[in-house]
């Protein structure tokens, strides 16, 4: 009997201990409904990454089990097997530009969404016309193109309202650095004009170089000479850097008035290697720093994704999804009255 109890005794004393541990680990952080600010958006063709309607799976990433041999062509492999896998809710592309512009607006609308948007100058016309209020029109730029814009023509087109943003920048594909002299016209007139810059930088496409043979990855520590000759620049590392953690931690540690944002993570790599990614810059107190980006391209339903993954972060409370899919982009675009100043 006295051992019956105590063993009752040393039950009870466990069942107490498990309910105060429980009471005291925190609940699930609520999910952010507000306004979503979207800093990387694309106005384009639906054929934009080859034939339109493919599918990928968010969840994967396109390279998961994609087993390549190198005696094929990697674009080819990529078509066939990284992308239309078998998977549940994949991201379906857009079979049409139309469908594409109106099926991007419609997610923009079901997640109250705003955002740059950068593409030809007739599709950011059309976008604009179809949804007046949903983009904020940005300057696609690579330099060895010969329609590149001039630093002038960026003023221009900033004082009438035709830009808000240099973004994106994506010199990266042809191998070159922020650092390279011929960007410093750029640099200078977006830090004189106070002109919010986005660029590309870490890794590309999956395959990128046999895809563009001049690319080459980059670590955040190319904009360190930038930063150094430019410090008033408003400038955000575009897939927040990727794969370089601590790289980009230590730009963002050194650098107060650098951002990144996070297009394409949340479909592009595994879901669980985005999150230590985005722990990892959380982790180390820059939660006031990473703006939300989609990077959805010919994917419209990438919109809604991103912003779920968001929500769904486990190590993110209530205010850290707010800043990142809000407050943060708000913040450094300037937005007042609905647009960025």
């Known amino acids: 009997m006295g051992d019956r109890t105590g063993f009752k005794r040393l039950l009870a004393g466990l069942l107490t201990i498990s309910s105060s541990v429980s009471a005291t680990e925190p609940a699930p952080a609520a999910q952010y409904d507000g306004p979503v600010i979207d800093v990387h958006l694309h106005a384009d063709s639906a054929a934009q990454n080859g034939p339109p309607g493919q599918s990928m799976c968010p969840l994967e990433g396109p390279l998961a089990d994609i087993q390549f041999d190198a005696s094929e062509e990697w674009r080819q492999a990529l078509i066939e097997r990284g992308f239309n896998p078998p998977c549940e809710n994949p991201l379906v592309g857009a079979s049409t530009d139309q469908?594409?512009?109106?099926?991007?607006?419609?997610?923009?609308?079901?997640?109250?969404?705003?955002?740059?948007?950068?593409?030809?100058?007739?599709?950011?016309?059309?976008?604009?016309?179809?949804?007046?209020?949903?983009?904020?029109?940005?300057?696609?730029?690579?330099?060895?193109?010969?329609?590149?814009?001039?630093?002038?023509?960026?003023?221009?087109?900033?004082?009438?309202?035709?830009?808000?943003?240099?973004?994106?920048?994506?010199?990266?594909?042809?191998?070159?650095?922020?650092?390279?002299?011929?960007?410093?016209?750029?640099?200078?007139?977006?830090?004189?004009?106070?002109?919010?810059?986005?660029?590309?930088?870490?890794?590309?496409?999956?395959?990128?170089?046999?895809?563009?043979?001049?690319?080459?990855?980059?670590?955040?520590?190319?904009?360190?000479?930038?930063?150094?000759?430019?410090?008033?620049?408003?400038?955000?590392?575009?897939?927040?850097?990727?794969?370089?953690?601590?790289?980009?931690?230590?730009?963002?540690?050194?650098?107060?008035?650098l951002m990144v944002e996070t297009g394409v993570l949340q479909f592009q790599i595994p879901r669980a290697e985005y999150y230590a990614y985005l722990e990892g810059l959380v982790r180390a107190g820059f939660?006031?720093?990473?703006?939300?980006?989609?990077?959805?391209?010919?994917?419209?339903?990438?919109?809604?994704?991103?912003?779920?993954?968001?929500?769904?972060?486990p190590f993110l409370n209530y205010e850290q999804k707010k800043a990142i899919l809000h407050d943060n982009a708000a913040r450094f675009l300037r937005v007042e009255g609905g647009i960025p100043g």
């Open 99 to 257: 469908a594409l512009r109106d099926e991007t607006i419609a997610e923009m609308r079901r997640y109250n969404v705003r955002g740059l948007v950068s593409g030809p100058s007739e599709y950011l016309r059309d976008w604009a016309d179809a949804a007046p209020d949903f983009f904020w029109p940005a300057t696609k730029f690579y330099l060895p193109s010969n329609t590149a814009p001039t630093p002038e023509q960026v003023t221009s087109a900033k004082q009438r309202n035709e830009t808000f943003a240099l973004a994106e920048i994506v010199n990266q594909y042809a191998g070159l650095a922020p650092g390279d002299p011929r960007m410093d016209p750029y640099w200078k007139m977006a830090e004189r004009e106070q002109l919010p810059v986005g660029i590309h930088i870490g890794l590309g496409p999956p395959g990128a170089v046999a895809l563009y043979p001049e690319f080459r990855a980059m670590s955040p520590l190319e904009l360190d000479p930038v930063l150094k000759r430019f410090p008033r620049l408003r400038i955000f590392a575009m897939h927040a850097g990727y794969p370089y953690l601590e790289d980009m931690k230590a730009m963002l540690y050194l650098y107060p008035q």
């Open 287 to 313: 939660a006031d720093r990473i703006m939300f980006g989609s990077d959805q391209m010919n994917w419209p339903a990438a919109i809604g994704e991103g912003v779920r993954a968001i929500n769904a972060a």
